[in-house]
């Protein structure tokens, strides 16, 4: 059995997590059969992936939260950024929320014209159809 013998830094450990959730959602997506493009580099620009279509493109930030409480007020991160949509993935729970990108500081997760979804393929694809 293989053994993990690095230790990684608590913020190294926390960006690793970030970007499994990055992985599971390019592979949902191309599962269902969207083209999934990952920048090079996000910087700046707040796109976490790029998914198409023959007619369509849509820009996808990605978080993760530590928390169960689906009403938590989340933090508008991509100010100024041209994105289409956040996913967001409770890392306590087993559910996830689709937004699409505000301009206000902060709103409730669980807002109106939020669509959760239970985190796994089938239930996240379905919640995807209905944006």
């Not at 450990?13 to 969207?34: I, R």
């Not at 849509?58 to 989340?74: A, F, G, L, N």
């Not at 996830?96 to 409730?108: H, Q």
Request: with cysteine; proline share 3%; charged share 25%.
């Amino acid at each position: 059995m293989p053994v993990k013998n690095a230790v990684l830094k608590q913020t190294t450990l926390a960006a690793h997590k970030q970007l499994s959730y990055e992985q599971l959602l390019s592979a949902w997506l191309l599962s269902d059969g969207w083209e999934v493009l990952i920048p090079v580099i996000d910087h700046g620009k707040k796109t976490d992936l790029v998914v198409a279509d023959d007619d369509s493109f849509y820009r996808i930030q990605v978080k993760s939260i530590q928390t169960k409480d689906e009403s938590i007020r989340v933090e508008n991160k991509w100010q100024g950024a041209k994105i289409d949509y956040v996913v967001y993935f409770s890392t306590l729970g087993d559910w996830g929320y689709i937004t699409p990108a505000f301009t206000e500081a902060n709103r409730p997760l669980n807002s109106q014209g939020h669509i959760r979804f239970c985190k796994n393929s089938v239930n996240f694809l379905k919640a995807f159809k209905r944006i």
